[in-house]
């Protein structure tokens, strides 16, 4: 066997390495013990906040030209729109990302629209998608809007007068929205203060966290004046600059935006897990400094604020999150094709969403279209990547309330549980990251509801949809029930499944 294949499988159980390491005529002979699986339905993990399934568009590249709109025809793109809608995101964050450092929102309404250089990513934005465009699009496609407010070549004023754009009644902009065609406000709760202000390479002068305290205190003070139910998202980075960050700003800070990007080595496909295995612990790292540092309830706010203190515990903010692999096309080769793999690392990731419900307030996908995204363009036709069909899965399948699952025998598998509102539906996520083998599992006996199996799979890891098969799909997905009393279900090699049962 190979060195790659070889390295593939550490870390699998002992009889999932034996089966797939035998030649083939030995191989039938022998099966690999079954794991087993135990669903703890009285510990509660957390609720799963809707707002993890979301997505982001920047403007970067062909995210949004080329992407989500036509600019020929000033237009959205109906192709796109159609498998935006199918992957029902929860929360839509833009204009970005790094661009917001040089983005200035009132470039981007009314008939006068100036076209700028684009400083971050290059070439020329026309701004002809700009608030309204971006929220009549958030509209479409049922999710909430996140702005992201410029605090590098941007002012307070500047952010507090988006705020009256979007959120305000009877005042100058919002007099200006009313007649920009829209008489009611867009009430926009979630506003992210900056982007990665730690970033010593960006434009702005915030790397130091003193000089970002000081200025999101009085960004956060103008803003939540205009519309003190807005919730704020602040920037934050390594574990010194967390620390800072919330011991300062606690008491107005809804939530800490951590970034989370996995990726592979050359040739050796089973690194990508490695990677999003390091993601979780960051998680759980940057959640328990919050929970050390932050009182649940904020005692004693200065009325003088005139506007309130957070209501809830401060929560994570996984707004960049995605595979982000090099090799790619377009601008700074950011347009990379996602094989099947892939889609069993997002599946992974989501996995760790649930897994650390209690913990993450909301997360958006990093990005959506054609940048590191779910569906790719050219200029006549569009594909959902493999990464498209997971993410489509979870959202419509997955539980609220995630509970604790407990593996055994099985090293290949990821799992994670969860319960539907209203407590009759139980779906078992579960990931075979084995390329080769299917994993033989033995259900939890206290299940005695029926299962109903949705998998989703492709003919190996390395399978993708292309732009020059467009008609070409190599997700497979089927569903099917299990007959009634089954105690065993096998998870075929590299394969998701979402095993559903009713509990009562």
């Known amino acids: 066997m190979p060195l790659q294949s070889r390295r593939y499988f550490l870390g699998l159980s002992t009889g999932t ?3 797939a390491l035998l030649p083939a005529p030995v191989k039938r002979l022998f099966a690999p013990p079954a794991a087993t ?15 993890i399934y979301g997505q982001f568009i920047e403007h970067l590249g062909r995210a949004i030209y080329g992407g989500i709109y036509d ?22 964050r833009y204009p970005g990302g790094t661009v917001t450092k040089i983005y200035h929102w009132k470039d981007g309404v009314g008939p006068n629209r100036p076209v700028r250089k684009n400083l971050i990513w290059g070439g020329n934005d026309s701004n002809h998608v700009g608030t309204d465009e971006f929220m009549r699009y958030a509209e479409l496609v049922g999710a909430a809007p996140f702005l992201t407010v410029n605090m590098s070549t941007g002012t307070a004023e500047e952010a507090a007068d988006w705020v ?57 003070k103008l803003m939540k004046l205009q519309d003190p139910s807005i919730t704020l998202i602040m920037a934050g980075d390594q574990e010194d600059w967390n620390r800072q960050i919330l011991q300062e700003l606690h008491p107005i800070c809804d939530y800490l935006s951590l970034h989370l990007y996995a990726s592979s080595k050359p040739g050796d496909p089973a690194s990508l897990f490695t990677s999003i295995a390091e993601m979780e612990a960051s998680i759980r790292r940057t959640a328990a400094q919050i929970k050390a540092l932050t009182p649940v309830r904020v005692e004693n706010f200065s009325k003088w604020y005139r506007f309130p203190s957070r209501q809830q515990p401060v929560r994570l903010a996984i707004d960049e ?13 950011l347009e990379v094709t996602y094989t099947w793999n892939h889609a069993l690392g997002v599946a992974c990731f989501l996995n760790i969403f649930q897994r650390n419900a209690a913990a993450i307030g909301l997360a958006t996908w990093a990005q959506t279209v054609n940048v590191l995204a779910p569906i790719m363009t050219d200029d006549t036709t569009s594909v959902c990547q493999t990464i498209y069909y997971p993410l489509e899965l979870y959202r419509r399948l997955c539980g609220t309330r995630s509970v604790a699952v407990a593996l055994a025998g099985a090293e290949a598998l990821d799992a994670a549980a969860s319960v539907s509102a209203d407590g009759q539906t139980l779906t078992l996520a579960l990931v075979n990251r084995d390329s080769r083998a299917a994993v033989p599992l033995r259900l939890d006996p206290k299940i005695v509801g029926r299962w109903t199996a949705h998998e989703l799979n492709a003919p190996s890891i390395d399978a993708a949809n292309t732009l020059q098969a467009p008609a070409t799909n190599v997700v497979s997905y089927q569903q099917r029930t299990l007959p009634a009393g089954a105690s065993s279900y096998t998870c075929a090699a590299h394969s998701i499944t979402l095993l559903q049962a009713r509990l009562r």
């Open 17 to 19: 390495l034996a089966s």
């Open 37 to 51: 699986c135990t669903v703890h339905l009285d510990q509660p993990l957390g609720d799963i906040n809707p707002a």
């Open 71 to 92: 600019e020929p025809t000033r237009s959205f793109r109906p192709d796109v729109l159609a498998k935006v809608q199918g992957l029902r995101p929860t929360l839509l």
């Open 164 to 220: 009256e754009y979007c959120n305000g009644t009877d005042t100058y902009y919002a007099t200006q929205r009313q007649a920009n065609g829209h008489p009611q406000p867009y009430r926009v709760q979630y506003w992210g203060l900056g982007n990665e202000e730690a970033a010593k390479e960006d434009a702005g002068t915030l790397q130091d966290p003193r000089d970002y305290i000081k200025k999101a205190w009085y960004y956060a």
């Open 321 to 333: 999150w995605g595979i982000w692999e090099n090799g790619g096309r377009g601008a700074y080769g």
